[in-house]
């Protein structure tokens, strides 16, 4: 017997603009001891199922228009809040995306992952700090007795994650909704933690909601997929029926855009088109017209050669390199801790016109050694070299004359945009301040970066808020070409963006490499996205550059053992 029973769940959002149909009449069950993946893109609706599960949903603007969802004999949706508290937190629980916005950052670990069972369980603070230590234990947080203690921020990303499974196992909860619990983690963290969720509902046997876009972790984790789109379900299958025999068009778009299922050298196939307007009636014709192309359709950019890259031609020099942070004091008259050598000793020499990828893991120094390069942190010792002048030995003038040339693309667009400027402004801000071009010139200027970035130039007078995750990195890409640079580091630009839109950020920037002649540091954790884009990869680890050599070689035959752990973390769709 099903242990959640989920019949014609509506949750609409009714705004300004219209009803946002979020979720529109989907349906499933939950099997005890399962673990069932919802998949699908941004706006499909995963996490608006699991919230309205939940009781969640910020009402207004939100409602829940009909439908049910059965749990031992209580409908989820149409509970007493005083039901709805007894169930929430002690017989489901939830795994949050962001652990450091969910976590509290003025409370410390402990008394986070004890409150659900001071509210739930007639226990003592004694038992329940006992019970707390046996949990962080459990989910690997090493030296759990001291580390209990601490603040969220005294935690990496991964430790954070594991803080959260604690907190919502502590109660040993009859389901566990998962929502995109390995977002933006390294590829090892990330492997540790599906481990760890499968370990603990296993030992539990509970039953898990698993809500992600990574189509990788959903086959090595789950027993069933559930497809989702435009609030919709589009098709439930066993996940190994899935992977190997997808039926709807959207699920077998899904699987093309993976790029570990592509050959080198080609664009990674692109859905076409955008989601549909869901504050709109949409039918089941609407529906599948985003997925009438052709079955051997790669990208609507088309493969051409690049110009072949002059090895002589060294346009950036990185000579020994070393940046290092100062140890913090652990109390008032406490011992500084030691000295974080984040970058040491990194040389390397990138070619006019190449794509470098650098990868590795959170505290590689893969971030500092970009930083380093733009002279955004300053280094302890070497030098950064750009067509021959040194730009650590200069004066801030001398570097400033350079600036143009070198420019950087953040991870996080949202962050690093003003939220207050328009994308006009946001892009003629560098224009103007480098004089780039006259003031009267300024607005043709913005509309042709907008174009070259695949952005309507209709929508230059938004706001960030009012784009899409991929569109932000749009955005932010055209700031980095405003100023016609020679050299462009990208910092993780794809790694929170579903798959579909990686592919189309991944193909954007190949095709402004091969027509700009670009130079490229892309920065990433994942090693099938690098492989695709970059000519030659750097693994860094503990600071230095451990393997060196071109794409296909490093993939297919790494020399460092950190390099084949790398690649044996990466999740594999099996079919």
Do not use: W
Request: aromatic share 6%.
């Amino acid at each position: 017997m099903p242990i959640l029973t989920v019949s014609d769940l509506r949750t609409y959002f009714h705004t300004r603009s219209g009803v946002y149909r979020a979720v529109d009449g989907v349906s499933f069950q939950l099997e005890r001891g399962e673990i069932l993946g919802i998949v699908g893109e941004s706006g499909s609706g995963k996490s608006v199922t699991c919230y309205s599960l939940m009781g969640l949903v910020p009402q207004p603007p939100g409602r829940i228009e009909g439908g049910t969802a059965m749990f031992d004999g209580v409908d989820l949706l149409h509970c007493s809040p005083k039901e709805a508290r007894a169930i929430r937190g002690k017989r489901i629980s939830m795994i949050f995306q962001d652990p450091m916005t969910s976590l509290n950052p003025f409370m410390r670990v402990s008394e986070q992952i004890i409150e659900p069972l001071l509210i739930h369980e007639k226990i003592s603070r004694k038992d329940a700090l006992a019970r707390a230590l046996a949990m962080l234990e459990a989910v690997g947080i090493t030296d759990a007795a001291k580390r209990m203690h601490n603040y969220p921020h005294e935690f990496s990303g991964g430790m954070r994650q594991r803080v959260m499974i604690a907190m919502a196992l502590i109660t040993r909860p009859d389901i566990l909704i998962a929502d995109e619990p390995t977002t933006a983690l390294d590829v090892t963290v990330q492997a540790q933690i599906l481990a760890l969720i499968k370990k603990l509902q296993r030992e539990f046997g509970m039953a898990v909601i698993f809500v992600t876009h990574d189509l990788g972790v959903v086959s090595g984790l789950c027993d069933r997929v559930q497809v989702m789109y435009a609030g919709r379900i589009m098709e439930t299958a066993d996940t190994r029926t899935l992977f190997r025999n997808p039926q709807h068009p959207y699920t077998k778009a899904l699987q093309r855009c993976v790029p570990a299922l592509q050959e080198k050298g080609r664009p990674l196939f692109t859905i076409p088109g955008l989601p549909p307007d869901l504050s709109k009636p949409i039918s089941e014709t609407e529906l599948l017209a985003r997925f009438e192309f052709p079955p051997e359709e790669t990208s609507a950019i088309t493969a051409q050669a690049r110009a072949p890259i002059d090895q002589s031609d060294t346009i950036l020099e990185v000579k020994d390199v070393s940046t290092y942070f100062p140890g913090r004091a652990s109390g008032f008259f406490g011992k500084a801790s030691p000295v974080v050598r984040a970058v040491d000793g990194v040389s390397l020499n990138v070619k006019r016109g190449e794509v470098i990828g650098l990868v590795g893991e959170s505290g590689s120094g893969k971030s500092t050694l970009g930083r380093t390069i733009m002279q955004l942190v300053p280094p302890t010792s070497g030098a950064v070299i750009l067509e021959g002048k040194n730009l650590t030995a200069g004066s801030a003038a001398d570097f400033s004359a350079v600036r143009r040339d070198l420019q950087m693309v953040f991870q996080d667009p949202f962050a690093s945009l003003n939220p207050r400027m328009t994308i006009f402004a946001a892009l003629a801000e560098p224009l103007l301040a480098h004089a780039v071009c006259k003031p009267a010139d300024v607005t043709a200027r913005v509309v042709e970066l907008m174009r070259q970035v695949g952005l309507p130039p209709r929508d230059m007078q938004k706001y960030p808020h009012e784009f899409s995750g991929g569109q932000r990195q749009r955005i932010a890409i055209a700031r980095a070409l405003a100023l016609d640079p020679k050299v462009i580091i990208a910092d993780e630009p794809v790694s929170a963006l579903d798959v579909s839109i990686q592919a189309q950020i991944l193909n954007l920037l190949a095709d402004l490499v091969r027509r700009l002649n670009l130079t490229l540091i892309f920065i990433s954790h994942d090693l099938s996205v690098v492989k695709h884009i970059s000519d030659r990869i750097a693994v860094m680890y503990h600071g230095k550059i451990v393997e060196l050599g071109p794409a296909l070689e490093v993939m297919e035959n790494p020399q460092h053992e950190y390099t084949r752990t790398l690649l044996s973390a990466i999740p594999r769709i099996e079919r």
